[in-house]
């Protein structure tokens, strides 16, 4: 155990003083903002649209589609194919909403331009 960190913050906290702290997510851009990506949410499915903003763990979006169910092109396997190499048509895609927001996004993946035509290309799935 360290003690002399122990007795360091135990004397900024009597002191009133508090330790340097490293910007965090909230307080940065994450450099993907104005461009389409894929967003993987904990309780909300994956979803796809342009970045309005990530706010910690809070992810905007413009013009969203939802992944309901999803094939990748090129026979790849994971969302990460899916960014690269887009979907096929046999995939499920609701249709679009002007915006969404999304609490506890886990993972924004940039995508490319095969990526965002194959997503906003694809027809609209309608439950049968």
Same mark, same amino acid.
């Given at each position: !155990?360290?003690?002399?960190? +122990? %007795?360091?913050? /135990?004397? !900024?906290?009597? %002191?009133? #003083?508090?330790?340097?702290?490293?910007?965090?997510? #909230?307080? =940065?851009?994450?450099? /993907?903002?104005? #461009?389409?990506?894929?967003?993987?949410?904990? $309780?909300?499915?994956?979803?796809?649209?342009?970045?309005?903003? /990530?706010?910690?763990?809070?992810? =905007?979006?413009? $013009?969203?589609?939802?992944? *309901?169910? *999803?094939?990748?092109?090129?026979?790849?396997?994971? /969302?990460?194919?899916?960014?690269?190499?887009?979907?096929?048509? $046999?995939?499920?895609?609701?249709?679009s909403v002007g915006t969404v927001i999304l609490p506890e996004a886990c993972e924004v993946l940039s995508?490319?331009?095969?990526?965002?035509?194959? +997503?906003?290309? +694809?027809?609209?799935?309608?439950?049968?």
């Amino acid at each position: !155990m360290n003690t002399n960190l +122990i %007795e360091k913050l /135990l004397t !900024m906290l009597v %002191e009133g #003083e508090s330790p340097e702290v490293s910007p965090t997510l #909230e307080s =940065t851009k994450c450099g /993907l903002e104005g #461009e389409y990506v894929i967003v993987r949410c904990r $309780d909300a499915g994956v979803h796809a649209g342009t970045l309005v903003s /990530l706010d910690g763990r809070t992810a =905007t979006l413009r $013009d969203s589609r939802r992944l *309901w169910y *999803w094939k990748v092109a090129n026979n790849k396997h994971s /969302l990460s194919g899916v960014a690269k190499h887009g979907i096929t048509s $046999d995939s499920k895609v609701p249709a679009s909403v002007g915006t969404v927001i999304l609490p506890e996004a886990c993972e924004v993946l940039s995508t490319t331009d095969k990526c965002a035509a194959s +997503i906003q290309g +694809i027809a609209e799935h309608a439950a049968n």
